[in-house]
């Protein structure tokens, strides 16, 4: 005997028990959704906060507000995005929930992320006093405005009408007592030896505009200070970014350069126009997170080197790029002393691309030295052999510390009094040799 059939009411009843948990779980779906785009739209405002803040303290840079006005500007504008973001994030309050909880919690933390911002980038680190002279060390005042420290070797006897000058590398990375130190033992080969700090670096004098840093500049002081010495022709020893000095020198006043000895040479590739100098930092700080306020330094850089000097002085650039310094390749290069440049080594020094061309027309003898272990690619080396015509390599084999060995002071030393050297002729480099063989990107 078959059930009886429910009746119509029971039926509707029952049909509405089987779809309410349906209903409920369709709508707790929407809830989820609509919280999950919620608190993507908050990641993405709060990811827009640091942009908006950093691009309305250049805006007002730009526009000419003053150190104690932009900084204030960007902060209030990176908070109120910051709010927004907050707000998106946090959800509303269950019913019988006090609304007052979310906006504490929102506030919470909005005040305790700008004040901290705020503390790192309006208060400047505490930075170190500027490097003390050093034994022998002298001023040149130059006619082009540059004050340059230098430290003068003189040998015994003098033997060579032609000094010996020598070109720190980075762009404004001097040791003066260590590169003096070195160096000046040329000086009994009878040269006298002159070892100083390029304009913007070590102990030498710094400029209020960074734009007004480059190879123009340098090649400027360096011909002032031939006049100064009264020498016809110089003898350049350069390392690493200073051979670009060296070679823009060469290309500008052929006639006054005796020879050239060029250590673990770059910057002569790539090529750009120098009409277009780059004015760039690095936006992180030395765990290799982003730092507020080197992040507002590299900013203002962007937009106007002369506020970004006036928002953070050289000593804290310095620091700040010694904080930076760390070499992570197998071949790093002699640790430089105190007082390097941070404005000028993060100007930018482009060579010009008439460079290579200018140097083509260079018969100015020059060696070019490379180690079984240093820190630049051995195919800048090898462009700087192909642009000179008289140029030759020389492999300096291993040592330490790269740029300081003996074996590299008798090969300039050979070829700066007599030139007889073997010279190395191969392309590639010889077994042995640990250095980088192309730069990054290359």
Known sequence: MSPAPPLPDEAASGERAGRRPSRTSGARGRRARRLAGRVVAGGLVLALAPVAGLAALAGMALVGAGPDVFPVVGLAVFASVLFLGLLLCVPRPRPGWPRWLRAIAVL???TAVVWQISAITLHPPATPRAPAEVAGQREWRLPTGSRLAYVRTAPAKAAHPEPVIFLHGGPGIGDLEGDSAFY???????????????????????LADPREYG???????????????????LNL??????????????????????KAVLYSPTGLLPARPSSRPSIAAI?????????????????????????????????????YLSLLDHDPSACPAPRPGPGR??????????????????????????????GACDAEPWSDATAFRRALPNARLAYAGDGTPPGRTDAYLRLARTFLTDGRLNA???????PGYRGPLRAPGS
């Open 237 to 258: 020893v350069a390392r690493g970014h200073g051979a670009q000095l060296a070679a823009a020198y060469l290309a500008a006043h052929p006639g006054h350069v005796s």
């Open 341 to 370: 440049g941070g404005y000028v080594a993060l100007a930018g020094r482009a060579a010009p691309a008439s460079l290579r061309d200018s140097l083509a027309r260079v018969n100015v003898p020059v060696l070019i030295v490379k």
């Open 215 to 233: 190879l123009t500049r340098d090649v400027a002081d360096l011909e002032s200070i031939r006049r100064t010495l009264r020498a016809e022709r």
């Open 283 to 319: 936006p992180l700080g030395p765990a290799g997170l982003p730092h507020p306020r080197s992040l507002a330094v590299s900013a203002l850089l962007r937009v106007d080197p002369v506020t970004a000097h006036s928002f953070a002085g050289d000593r804290e650039l310095d620091a």
């Open 424 to 430: 190395y002729e191969g392309d590639d480099p010889p």
């Open 184 to 206: 000046g033992r040329l000086a009994s080969a009878g040269f006298q030896v002159y070892v100083y700090d390029q304009l913007g670096a070590g102990r030498s004098a710094r």
């Open 108 to 110: 919470g933390v909005e």
